[in-house]
């Protein structure tokens, strides 16, 4: 059973960033889709990045485009998301989340994917 753990949430100021780790409990994530979502108080979850772990290619919400960062590391079994430039709206629970699905471009869909973290809360205010 693949486990996925989200670190590295917390408090920052406008215009701060935070850089959020999903790591990984198999041997090979080779074959994985991993993706970051988020959910605020009182609103739909929402898919914010994705990565294909044998590739590199990745996806962005136009939300965060610019602004966040996907980034992999098979070696280490993780996924990062360098989050720059953050905004009070950023505001929510970040979940990282796994399918195996090596083929094809990743998706921002809840449904797609199969593992999910327990979440990270990221919080802007100053």
């Known amino acids: 059973q693949l486990q996925v753990v989200e670190s590295g949430g917390g408090l920052v100021q406008p215009g701060g960033s935070l850089r959020l780790s999903c790591a990984a409990s198999?041997?090979?994530?080779?074959?994985?889709?991993i993706a970051w979502f988020r959910q605020a108080p009182g609103k739909e979850r929402e898919g914010i990045s994705c990565i294909k772990m044998n590739d590199g290619s990745r996806n962005y919400a136009e939300s965060v485009k610019g602004r966040f960062t996907i980034s992999r590391d098979n070696a280490q079994k993780s996924v990062y998301l360098q989050m720059d430039s953050l905004r009070p709206e950023d505001t929510a629970v970040y979940y990282c989340?796994?399918?195996?699905?090596?083929?094809?471009?990743?998706?921002?869909?809840?449904?797609?994917?199969?593992?999910w973290g327990q979440g990270t809360q990221v919080t802007v205010s100053s």
């Open positions: 989340a796994a399918v195996y699905a090596p083929w094809g471009m990743c998706e921002l869909t809840t449904y797609t994917y199969t593992y």
């Open positions: 198999k041997f090979t994530l080779d074959y994985l889709k």
